[in-house]
């Protein structure tokens, strides 16, 4: 027979350690047959960590279909460590999208998938190797898109990874979606009326109306007449 005894904790450093478990019987008139086996050692290796989040923009309004737009992509450190160069912001852009030129450091693959959650999203991966980030300090990239040219809805998933020989304390923040809605052009159109002067007038009187139509500061496109 055998029973477990689990243990769970925080390192508090980095670098190489020893966990050691020894097992002995507290009943002294117990005969170990084996004593050679109560003793075990298990090597492990504590790499530097730091909690890296995912953050990013793009218009939470509805794009017109073939118009320009920027998406950006940010790589945060929180600490509690500096984070060295070359870890990676990343996203990807589905095919109906044209890409722009990309900044310095970023690269464009097709054909690529990320999956955040439960959902996995196809398109073009654009990586975006960030530089070495002081602790609260963050890089992003903006990276220049064309709207598809028919209606569609979905998110961008941004994802970052730690630099190599970095871990992460806190994979909980390492990935965010950014919600899109691109659509046909349309003006949300909002009618009013006044007449002055205002309130009861005698018969007789000459009264002005005025009917406004006013084309909303939520419309994307503008109000045209035929």
């Known amino acids: 027979n055998a029973s477990s005894i689990i243990l769970t904790g925080t390192p508090g450093n980095n670098g190489s350690f020893t966990n050691t ?5 507290g009943n002294n008139n117990y005969f170990d047959a084996d004593p050679s086996n109560n003793i075990a050692n298990v090597n ?11 953050l990013g923009s793009f218009p ?24 060295p160069a ?4 990343e996203t990807i852009v589905p095919a109906t999208f044209t890409i722009g030129v990309l900044p ?8 690529q998938s990320l999956t955040v959650g439960v959902t996995t999203y196809n398109g073009t991966l654009v990586s975006c190797t960030v530089g070495a980030l002081l602790i609260g300090a963050q890089q ?15 998110s961008f998933p941004v994802v970052v990874l730690p630099p190599p020989g970095r871990a992460d304390a806190n994979m909980g923040n390492n990935s965010i979606l950014l919600p899109y809605q691109i659509v046909n052009p349309f003006a949300d159109l909002r009618a009013s009326k006044s007449k002055t ?17 006013h084309n909303d500061a939520a419309s994307p496109s503008a109000a045209t007449y035929d």
């Open 104 to 111: 310095v450091g970023c690269t464009q693959t097709a054909a």
């Open 60 to 83: 939470s309004t509805a794009q017109i279909v073939g118009t320009a737009q920027s998406l950006t992509l940010t790589h945060k450190n929180n600490g509690p460590l500096n984070s």
């Open 21 to 25: 478990a020894s097992v002995a019987s």
């Open 140 to 154: 992003s990239f903006v990276i220049p898109l064309t709207m598809p040219a028919a209606p569609e809805a979905s």
């Open 44 to 54: 492990y290796v504590v790499d530097p960590g730091t909690d890296i989040q995912a």
């Open 86 to 89: 070359n870890g990676i912001v």
């Open 197 to 213: 002067p205002g309130g009861p007038q005698p018969s007789g009187t000459l009264v002005t109306s005025t009917m406004t139509v």
